[in-house]
Every structure is written in C-alpha cells, then in structure tokens.
C-alpha cells in the first residue's frame, strides 16, 4: 500500500496505538510562539500547526552531549565503543525539517562514515507532515525548494479537512501504519483533493528572496569581500544560537573526561560552532577566523555555497530559525538580499 487516509477522529487512536509499541516524539507547545519535539502519548499534547521547534530533529540524530568511548588502563590499554541509541517514532516533521535530516544523513555516510550516527538514525522512524501555509515571515522553504516533501520520511502526513492523507513511503512505515489499524485506502477522490492542495500552494509558497536558487553559488563566491560581512561583523556577538538551532549545522568537539586518578574515562563528543573564536584555532594559536566578519561569511557560505560543490545541495533548509533566535536581528533572507543587490 502506497497511500492511505486517516479520518481526523482517528487521529487520538493512531498515536496512542504507536506510544503503545514505540516511543514517540511529536511537537509540543511551551508558550504560544514556541514548540519542542517532547514525547507524546496522545494526540491532545501534540501541535500539529507549529512554528519550527526550538531545536530542529538534529537532537534526536546527534545528541548535544554523547559518549562515543569509555576506556579503562588499569589492566593494559582496554576500549569499548559506546552507540547511545535509542529507538523512537518522530511524529509531525516538516518538510524544511525532512530535508534538514537528509543532510546530515550525507555528511555523516560520507568518508570516515560516521557509525554511531548511522546506527542510531536506523533506529527512527519518521512520519512526516505537510504546511498548507507558511509558518511565518521568517521561512524560506519555497526558495530551498522545501515547502514540499522530497522524501527522507516512513509516512507523510496531509491535512485534508476531516483527514489526512497518509504516503507510505518505507516498509517500516508500512508496518507501523498496519499495528494501529485506524486507516483507510486512499480513493481517487483523496488523491484529487492532494493534488488540488499542491495546486493552491503553488499561490502560496513563492520564492521569498526574489534571487534565482542556481546563482546563490555565484553570489556568495563574488561577494566573498563584501561589506556585507562587515556589517554582519559588527553586529553578530558570536553566541552560536544560530548554529545550534540550525537543522544541518553537524560540527562537533570530542574530549577525554577522565576519572579522578586517570586511569578510567569516557571519550565524549559535543555540539561546537564555527560561531565560536577557538573553533578555528590550531596548535601554535594561530586562529583561522579570529574575526567575527570572518566567522559569520564562513557560516553563510557553509549553508549556500560549500556543500553546493562538494555534495550538490544547498545546507539551508529554509526553516528560518537562525533568524528567529539571532539577538542581533541578523536575518538570512535580508542577507541573501544584500548580497543580490551588489552582485547580482
Ligand atoms: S545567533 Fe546571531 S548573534 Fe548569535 S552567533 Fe548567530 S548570527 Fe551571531
Ligand atoms: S519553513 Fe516552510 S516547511 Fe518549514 S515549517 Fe515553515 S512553512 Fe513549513
């Protein structure tokens, strides 16, 4: 089975069914503006029109804080590899978010493969969601090509009125739709009212930063002396939020923590930020990016330029959240527009 619908009333059943046999996370709301990915047992603690979470799903794929080794030299030179995994159902993606994951499943199956996140990625399963409208003013989902589902999900969820319609995508997504039995076969009737929404939303979602997607590489490679930068410079006060909240940032600091005595410890990996002044440094001090201008150019062209030559795909997702939380108001769209302005 390939498409399915599930009747808005069965919606409580569904996911008390799944939290039954799985663990599942879904976004929840803290206050009216912000949502989090929380476990959920029900459908009433889930909101299912959201604004990006806080943290995008890259929490539940790669952990803040992860031991990747525990050693003991008491009795020779003694290892053990440690993969903290945990098997979850992650309910209500977005489509910006979707492709968040998909890039990071790139960065880490590529050379030297990246095993604890490979095993712990195989332990999720993803149901995705579709937005009929924009979340906010901050989204640039149309403009990365992300305000539509491309994939990199189990099941897909469309709201539809009364139903959602439901596009099996894996196996596992399969399976899991079978356990809680509260579907029904998707009619040709189901499959008009798809496309007739697609349709509408063609009216919606336009490209937010009146540039052309396949030039971005160029703009950032011509205006990689801009004033832009400078001004950027000024104003960014280097606290990494953006980095952190951003669904494909993947950078990562490892670290010995011994016990007192030295002797056992445990190898731990945590989330680092190109925003961050000793991120660059190597041995001898000398600092790669000392300058705040430097940091954030290199930030802007690891999302819209980097990953373009070397896995042909943009690393911004379109989500919006780096503007969301930025103290200093830097906003990614009015950069992109600055930079068109002079160089376009
Ligand atoms: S969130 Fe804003 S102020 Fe903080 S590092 Fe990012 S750009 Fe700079
Ligand atoms: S950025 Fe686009 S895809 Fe992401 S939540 Fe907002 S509207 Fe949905």
Redesign the pocket.
């Known amino acids: 089975m390939q498409n399915a619908i599930l009747r808005k009333s069965h919606l409580n059943d569904f996911i008390s069914k799944l939290a039954a046999m799985e663990k599942v996370m879904a976004p929840v709301a803290k206050d009216p503006t912000h949502f989090a990915f929380e476990e959920v047992k029900s459908a009433k603690e889930i909101s299912l029109r959201y604004i990006p979470t806080i943290l995008p799903p890259k929490k539940y794929f790669m952990p803040q804080h992860e031991t990747l080794l525990e050693y003991d030299t008491r009795e020779g030179q003694k290892m053990r590899a440690v993969a903290e995994v945990e098997k979850i159902v992650l309910f209500g993606v977005h489509t910006c978010d979707l492709a968040g994951v998909q890039c990071l499943n790139i960065v880490f199956s590529d050379r030297p493969k990246d095993l604890n996140y490979l095993i712990r990625k195989n332990k999720i399963a993803i149901i995705g969601i579709e937005c009929n409208e924009y979340c906010d003013e901050h989204a640039s989902c149309a403009l990365m090509g992300n305000h539509i589902p491309k994939g990199g999900y189990d099941m897909f969820f469309t709201d539809l009125g009364d139903y959602f319609f439901i596009h099996v995508n894996t196996q596992l997504g399969e399976e899991l739709l079978d356990k809680t039995g509260v579907y029904e076969e998707a009619t040709i009737e189901h499959m008009n009212a798809l496309e007739d929404l697609r349709n509408k939303k063609k009216e919606i979602f336009k490209n937010e930063v009146d540039v052309d997607k396949n030039m971005i590489p160029e703009l950032f490679k011509k205006g990689f002396d801009s004033p832009v930068w400078d001004d950027?410079g000024e104003?960014?006060?280097?606290?990494?939020?953006?980095?952190n909240v951003c669904p494909t940032c993947y950078c990562f600091d490892v670290y010995d923590d011994p016990d007192l005595g030295a002797k056992t410890g445990k190898r731990i990996r945590v989330w680092d930020?190109c925003?961050n002044e000793p991120f660059a440094k190597v041995a001898g001090g000398e600092s790669f990016r000392s300058q705040?201008k430097d940091?954030?150019r290199h930030?802007f062209n690891r999302k819209f330029r980097y990953p373009v030559e070397r896995y042909g795909k943009f690393f911004c997702t379109g989500c919006g959240r780096?503007t969301r939380?930025?103290?200093?108001k830097?906003n990614l769209k009015d950069t992109i527009k600055s930079l068109a302005k002079e160089y376009k």
């Open positions: 950027l104003r960014c006060i280097s606290c990494g939020n953006c980095t930020s925003q705040r940091r954030k930030r780096c939380v930025c103290m200093a830097i």
